[in-house]
């Protein structure tokens, strides 16, 4: 069944399954294969605050879409194109805030399992939303979404 991305950019919501499937993952590869006990304590404190920055992301950036009053379903049409707030540091900060809560339980708990998974999350929805998230903001907002995606990187823009 083919998209029209003017409409919605994906039929299927696959970033909250990829998050979902890879934390399962992690956690079932964890109980099988344990990795604890092998970082030291200052890295699994590094952990805790990926953690605390991954969660910030993601509740920063669905309060600012929230105030917008845009969808932030990731199967459903943008009303807006939002690029305040997290959005000025990355075109995407829900998915790099799950990123980063991933990459922090994987350290904070010295699960070890959640740290490639994490990053295939990352990659996988990178290819099966981001992209076609961007096609959809491309045909329903043109030369404002060509502007915003000229200085704002896809993934983060590190201020230093």
Known sequence: MAIDFNTRPNWIPWPPILL???????????????????????????????LALGLAFDFWA??????????ILPNRGAGRLVTR???????????????????????AFSALWF?????????LVDRLAIRREEAHLALRFG??????AAKTPRWLRLPF
Not at 143 to 148: F, R, T
């Open 20 to 50: 979902i499937a890879a934390g399962g993952a992690a956690y079932l590869l964890q109980r099988g294969f344990p990795t604890s006990g092998l970082l030291p304590d200052w890295l699994m404190s590094f952990g805790e605050a990926v």
């Open 62 to 71: 669905m309060g600012v879409m929230f105030l917008a009053r845009t969808n």
């Open 115 to 123: 740290l490639p998974l994490a990053l295939l999350a990352a990659f």
């Open 85 to 107: 707030g997290p959005f000025t540091l990355t075109r995407n900060p829900i998915y790099l805030g799950n990123t980063l809560l991933l990459i922090g339980i994987g350290l």
């Open 143 to 148: 030369a404002e979404w060509e502007a915003y």
